[in-house]
């Protein structure tokens, strides 16, 4: 029995009226008991009506205005004041707060709702009275005595009674006369008059409006809580000259409040008060001492600082879930629940579970009164059960026998989901036995009936109808707790075992219902399954088959192809099909077809008799009412052509693919061949007449295009059978057309883009070998004259060399100088049209064998430079090997060069193990290069430095470059100027590729 508090009546019985409505139709879908009672509807007249039909017309432009800029609004909503219509067509005026909230999964606005008909009224008139009081004192001074709050003027500068009402004598105990002489401020509470005041500033600044509980002290001591409105008189200038004050006694609320507070703090968990003010903020007050166990804090702390509490909840990850429920409960006003984790100050995760009643007030203000629970345990032990029951769609149920007039039961959530019942269902035994089919209902009754009597516990599957009228097959597990012979309780799960039983059933149904004989064996050749029509064939039941070995019941097959076929396909794992001749001891003579499908199981053999095969085209004759009924659940479109009487039969198929009108389109033969396209129609009905008069002909299939009613052909392919009687004649044809109309279009497309990009790789081929010619052309013509100019030049130097003069010697020098960096420049050019084309087969490379022959090629300016070059292990990799000894040694050749001045170059040879790649890494102290020329540099005759401090022709990183993206990898670099430079570059990895440990640490100078 659950003893938990419910909260859930706070929204029906708020005594405002509230509703919930759709943002998008205006339609009402769901209203409190004030609401009904005030406006005079019952709740069905009430949630058939929207929000326009409350008002008089002429109020609907103000709301379609109110609600222009929801999307942008948050929080508490201030709608303003309407004029509403009861069901009697009484108006009213009403002052409209609201909240955005989700309810029945759309967008709505909870509202709650003031009369302030009376109020207004009543300023209304004391307006009036106001102006009319210079012609009729009486008039006025009956107005306002008659009024049902307490009214009064008051001095804005020092809080003087300036008039006030008969009512208000009740309210304080002072009489009029005695009031008139006093100011509020003496009136207030002293704990309440710092408050007061700060909130009377903001009103006279006309920050705000004054609405404000606070305490009086009555004449004879008693302290008295009342809700004041003041209303400002203002000058032309804006200044306040008089202040009118509405006040209502609100004691008994607040001591009901109070009486909550002291109740709560003896419950299990905080109670509280959550409100939401109408200024968006929010805030806790009359906390119970239970807030230091579930929040950590003092119910003072928390009151001070909600944030405390909001920054638990956030750190549990559920912020914005909890947010959404308290959302979701103003908007449909009903009761917030919700359950989230928290984590405490002292770093504990707790779950909580949150409860609470939204009370709509009339100032805006929204107020739940609210527990909070430590539910950690439960809730994991909830999540177990729950993850599991969902998993399997497994509930429970309960009857208590103690009790043995009553039959109410106990339902869990999955038990009513699978029964498809609302929560507001009241399970019972005999209500319970109703959803069940006749004979599971005898079944289920029989076995309760022995559960409650004898303890004998039930196992039972069971076909049923849900609430919404739908079959589905349960399995039902029942027993019992009894006590000295007596069931004091039944219980048991609730299992929805109906996908696994509708598949059984409906496989069983097919295996009936086939053609073909069909059983099962075991991997020990144990018959599972033996259908009706293997009855037939073989004339064994199934009742003296199933259970039994295979072999012993025929075990002449055993040395027949049936057994060597059946143990090939146990054995191998593959399919087989047959055809053998069978003739068992009991004389039974048939020629079967064999077909055996081996699983993990077993096997599942398919077997009919074709000693008459062509009984199977009678057979199809009489199914002609199945085969329409198939007709209908295909997407093919299905054609039947009885060639005998000339009648030609479409299915659903042509009217969905095809668009034709099945009332308006009569089918005949001539039609179908008038539909085929003009280009496909002769071969096509040439092929047809091949198969109408060759007996040997059986199964067609052609592609072709078909007229569909909207005059666009459709890509078809036509698949028929051609049946025939026992003197070979076409008796009928069954065809099925598909539309590939999608696939032929992709094809064409396929096949264009396959010329284009032929025809794009032939004349890219052309102009590689062409652009290959020029660049070899070139550069040998273009050597030939260099090679004049620096012999010319040479000569000139040895021959005149003493008689000219420095001058002219430095410009012979420039000039053979040039010629060689020139022919430097064309060699580099070659070189780099040649880059990334591999005329070689990808190998092993070992790449400490690379290093070492790098070493003796650059022996004399490693020794030169005290070059040192390090490395930890190194690979074998399968590449091209040119191409990557360029690559590492135009690296090496860059760090070498490129050293600073006075300090010995330093390389390490970095290599890592990358997924699908290999990741090579060289680094050097040299002179650095800035990051926004990190990109230059692989560009070519893309050069940093003068050639007087490093000579190069800024060609050899492009070549790099242009192998490395040649085999398929990356080349980047990383630098800083001044410290040095590391070059990475991949290469994609090959199923040999090995790591080759060496040494440890390996250095070469």
């Known amino acids: 029995m659950n003893n938990k508090p419910d909260y859930s009546s706070f929204f029906y019985f708020n005594p405002l009226p509230s509703w919930v409505y759709d943002l998008k139709t205006f339609q009402i879908l769901d209203v409190n008991q004030a609401a009904l009672a005030h406006y005079g509807y019952n709740k069905t007249e009430f949630l058939n009506l929207t929000i326009k039909d409350i008002r008089p017309s002429e109020e609907i432009p103000k709301l379609i205005s109110a609600h222009t800029d929801i999307d942008k609004r948050e929080g508490n909503i201030f709608f303003g004041v309407f004029t509403h219509q009861k069901k009697t067509g009484e108006l009213i005026r009403m002052e409209i707060n609201g909240h955005k909230v989700d309810f029945l999964d759309k967008k709505c606005i909870m509202v709650v709702c003031q009369d302030v008909t009376q109020e207004e009224e009543q300023f209304r008139q004391l307006k009036e009275s106001e102006e009319a009081l210079r012609q009729s004192e009486a008039r006025f001074r009956t107005i306002f005595e008659i009024a049902s709050l307490g009214i009064a003027q008051v001095n804005p500068a020092n809080g003087q009674i300036l008039l006030v009402n008969s009512f208000y004598e009740s309210i304080t105990g002072y009489k009029v006369d005695e009031l008139l002489k006093m100011t509020f401020v003496e009136l207030t509470h002293p704990d309440d008059r710092a408050k007061d005041w700060e909130v009377f500033s903001k009103a006279v600044r006309g920050e705000e409006d004054y609405r404000n509980e606070k305490r009086y002290i009555k004449k004879d001591g008693t302290i008295v809580w009342v809700r004041l409105h003041l209303a400002f008189i203002r000058d032309e200038k804006g200044a306040p000259t008089r202040t009118v004050a509405i006040c209502e006694d609100i004691t008994e609320r607040k001591e009901a409040e109070q009486r909550l507070q002291n109740l709560s703090d003896n419950i299990p968990g905080v109670v509280f008060q959550y409100l939401l003010l109408p200024d968006g903020l929010d805030a806790l007050r009359s906390v119970s001492k239970g807030a230091m166990k579930i929040w950590g804090y003092s119910p003072e702390e928390v009151t001070n600082d909600i944030h405390l509490v909001w920054n638990q909840t956030k750190a549990g990850g559920d912020f914005e879930v909890v947010k959404l429920s308290i959302q979701e409960a103003i908007k449909t006003k009903t009761k917030w629940a919700a359950q989230y984790r928290s984590v405490l100050p002292n770093g504990d995760v707790q779950v909580h579970l949150g409860s609470g009643t939204p009370n709509f007030l009339p100032d805006g203000t929204i107020l739940f009164n609210s527990i909070v629970l430590d539910i950690t345990q439960d809730a994991k032990n909830k999540e177990l059960l729950a993850q599991a029951s969902q998993l399997a769609r497994i509930g429970s149920w309960e009857l208590d026998m103690v009790n043995e007039e009553n039959d109410d039961m106990y339902w869990s959530p999955m038990t009513r989901d699978i029964l498809e019942v609302d929560e507001g269902y009241n399970p019972s035994l005999t209500g319970g036995l109703e959803f069940y089919v006749e004979d599971s209902k005898q079944r289920i009754k029989k076995a309760v009936e022995e559960l409650i009597k004898a303890g004998r516990e039930f196992d039972e599957e069971l076909l049923l109808i849900t609430g919404k009228g739908r079959e589905k097959w349960v399995r039902t597990i029942g027993k019992s707790e009894r006590v000295n012979g007596k069931c004091l309780k039944i219980y048991g799960s609730f299992q929805d075992i109906h996908t696994s039983k509708s598949l059984e059933n409906q496989i069983r149904v097919i295996l009936e219902s086939i053609g073909d004989a069909f059983i099962a064996l075991d991997r020990n050749w144990i018959v599972t399954y033996w259908n009706k029509e293997a009855e037939n064939l073989v004339g064994h039941k199934r009742e003296d088959i199933i259970g039994k070995n295979i072999w012993d019941l025929y075990p002449d097959a055993m ?447």
């Open 559 to 1005: 040395d027949l192809e049936f057994g060597r076929q059946y143990r090939k396909a146990m054995e191998t794992g593959e399919t087989v099909h047959f055809e053998d001749f069978y003739k068992n001891p009991s004389g039974l003579e048939l020629w079967l077809e064999m077909t055996a499908y081996p699983s993990k199981d077993g096997l599942s053999i398919y077997f009919k008799d074709i000693t008459e095969r062509k009984q199977a085209d009678i057979r199809l004759l009489q199914a002609n009412e199945r085969f329409e009924k198939v007709t209908e659940a295909t997407n093919d479109a299905i054609w039947d052509y009885d060639v005998v009487n000339n009648h030609l039969f479409w299915g659903n198929g042509f009217y969905t693919l095809f668009g034709y009108n099945a009332e308006e389109t009569k089918p005949s033969f001539k039609l179908l061949e008038s539909l085929i396209h003009e280009d496909d129609r002769e071969r096509i009905i040439s092929q047809a007449q091949r198969f109408m008069t060759d007996p040997a002909l059986k199964d067609w299939y052609e592609e072709y295009r078909f007229l569909k009613a909207d005059n666009s052909f459709a890509f078809v392919i036509d698949r028929a059978t051609f049946l025939r009687n026992n003197e070979g004649k076409v008796v009928r044809v069954i065809g099925a057309m598909n539309d590939i109309t999608e696939r032929k279009n992709f094809e064409y497309q396929l096949l264009e883009l396959n010329a284009s990009l032929k025809k794009y790789a032939r004349e890219l081929e052309i102009s590689n070998e062409e652009l290959e010619q020029f660049a070899f052309i070139t550069s040998h013509d273009l050597q030939e004259p260099l090679r004049m100019i620096t012999s010319f030049m040479d000569q000139l130097r040895r021959k005149y060399g003493d008689k000219l003069d420095e001058k002219a010697n430095q410009y012979i020098h420039f000039a053979i100088d040039g010629a060689k960096r020139m022919k430097s420049i064309i060699l580099d050019l070659l070189e780099y049209s040649k880059a990334g084309k591999f005329t070689d087969k990808p190998e092993k490379i070992d790449l400490y064998d690379l290093l070492e022959n790098y070493q003796l090629l650059r022996r004399k300016i490693i020794i030169e430079k005290s070059v040192e070059i390090s490395f930890d292990r190194l690979p074998v990799v399968e590449s091209h090997k040119a191409p990557l000894t360029q690559t590492i040694h135009c690296l090496l050749d860059n760090a070498i060069h490129y050293s600073r001045e006075g300090q010995a170059p330093k390389i390490n040879i970095s290599v890592f193990d990358r997924e699908g790649f290999w990741e090579i890494e060289i680094a050097d102290n040299g002179i650095g290069i800035d990051p926004q020329f990190h990109e230059k540099i692989f560009i070519i005759f893309q050069r940093l430095h003068n050639r007087d401090k490093y000579d190069g022709t800024g060609i050899g990183l492009s070549i790099a470059k242009k192998h490395v993206e040649s085999w398929g990898g990356k080349i980047w670099l990383e630098s800083k100027p001044g410290v040095g430079s590391t070059f990475h570059f991949t290469i994609p990895k090959q199923q040999n590729d090995v790591i080759m440990i060496t040494k440890t640490s390996n250095v070469l100078y």
